[in-house]
């Protein structure tokens, strides 16, 4: 019995001996993960240079006129838009240019898809309903 006992604190002695080893240096890997794409800014729009008023009053009536002419297809607000074809109020100057959404207007060009109605809101109407879509705007999502 002797021998066996020699021989498991000898099995001992090289267990603890190997424990107290120095343990080797664990090896990183880099991952590529590839960069999010980066965000699509807010259209900059320059409400003076293009005769947008910006007070609270033609804000409140261009969300008006939205309210009653755009909501049905384009959402409110942050609302999501109700048709697909339609991009929501707060992304539609990323789509389409103040200066020539202002333009096509006012002067009555149709803007936008076959689907979409012909408005004629005048200079004035015009002018604050581009008030309030300049308020609201956002950056689209990434694609």
Do not use: K, W
Request: proline share 11%; aromatic share 4%.
């Amino acid at each position: 019995m002797r021998p066996l006992l020699f021989a498991l604190a000898a099995t001992g002695l090289a267990l603890a001996a190997a424990c107290t080893q120095e343990t080797e240096t664990p090896v990183t890997v880099a991952l590529e993960v590839p960069d999010a794409p980066a965000p699509t800014p807010a259209p900059v729009i320059d409400a003076a240079a293009l005769g947008i008023p910006m007070d609270e009053g033609s804000i409140a009536d261009g969300r008006e006129i939205a309210v009653h002419q755009c909501s049905n297809c384009h959402g409110l607000d942050s609302d999501a838009s109700l048709r697909p074809e339609a991009p929501p109020l707060r992304y539609v100057l990323s789509v389409y240019p103040a200066a020539s959404l202002a333009e096509d207007f006012r002067n009555g060009i149709h803007v936008g898809h076959e689907d979409m109605p012909d408005f004629v809101f005048g200079d004035l109407g015009m002018d604050v309903l581009l008030s309030y879509l300049v308020s609201i705007q956002e950056p689209p999502p990434a694609e």
